[in-house]
């Protein structure tokens, strides 16, 4: 089944501990993408990946890293969270269009992450 | 970058009834996708459409893209379209996507 795949799913944590959100897909696609959500805001995007090695700042990156070293895996890592970043994560992947269109986008199930 | 305005941000519809859902952006784009959030938080694809128009059973989307603005329909809606409507756009060659801050719909039985 084609699915992109986020774990942990629910993770409370406190102020200053790093930690890692993984996230897979096993459709082969080029692009993924990391977003935040919040009340009242919607959907805001972390960072991206157009390739492996290849990375990029959406509009909020702040206190967030990224790595891509193999094209189905881009963990989304908190060095040092802090109670703003207490959040709905969800991770994107996005088929390419073969000549560098950026296509439809499918989402993980969430992460729900609880900074104290 | 692009702004994405979704409207109305709040509707309450009558079970059966039909509803539109708008949403205007800033500039040209090559990407537009509407998708639909649950009450248990799950983002689904319901179309991807950065031109003309799709349909799907009850649902069908337009989009103008010289106008800027794509036009999502519902057609008589059930209790399960409740939920948030969002739409999501891009340009192409590059990885960055924007979304509106949604629609939320209930339907009422």
């Known amino acids: 089944e084609a699915q992109v795949t986020q774990n942990p799913r629910y993770l409370i944590t406190v102020t200053g501990k790093k930690l890692t959100v993984t996230c897979s897909q096993n459709?082969?696609?080029?692009?993924m993408s990391w977003y935040r959500q919040d009340p009242g805001l919607g959907l805001r995007q972390i960072y991206y990946?157009?390739?492996?090695?290849?990375?990029d700042k959406g509009d909020v990156p702040e206190g967030y890293k990224v790595s891509r070293k193999e094209k189905r895996n881009f963990p989304l890592i908190l060095e040092s969270p802090s109670p703003n970043q207490t959040s709905l994560y969800f991770c994107?992947?996005?088929?390419?269009?073969?000549?560098?269109?950026?296509?439809?986008?499918?989402f993980g199930p969430g992460t729900r992450l609880t900074v104290l | 970058g692009i702004q994405v305005e979704q409207s109305p941000p709040d509707l309450i519809l009558q079970e059966g009834a039909n509803s539109t859902l708008r949403c205007n952006f800033s500039?040209?784009?090559?990407?537009l996708q509407w998708f639909h959030q649950n009450p248990w938080g799950q983002l689904i694809n319901l179309f991807y459409i950065p031109s003309g128009t799709k349909q799907n059973g009850r649902l069908s989307a337009t989009t103008v893209a010289t106008e800027r603005y794509s036009l999502l329909y519902i057609s008589s809606s059930q209790t399960t379209d409740s939920g948030v409507y969002f739409c999501?756009?891009?340009?192409?060659?590059?990885?960055?996507?924007?979304f509106g801050d949604g629609t939320t719909l209930t339907v009422k039985p």
């Open positions: 994107a992947s996005t088929r390419s269009g073969g000549t560098g269109s950026y296509n439809e986008q499918f």
């Open positions: 990946s157009m390739n492996v090695e290849v990375t």
């Open positions: 999501a756009v891009g340009r192409s060659n590059a990885g960055k996507s924007t």
């Open positions: 500039d040209s784009v090559n990407n």
């Open positions: 459709m082969n696609h080029e692009y």
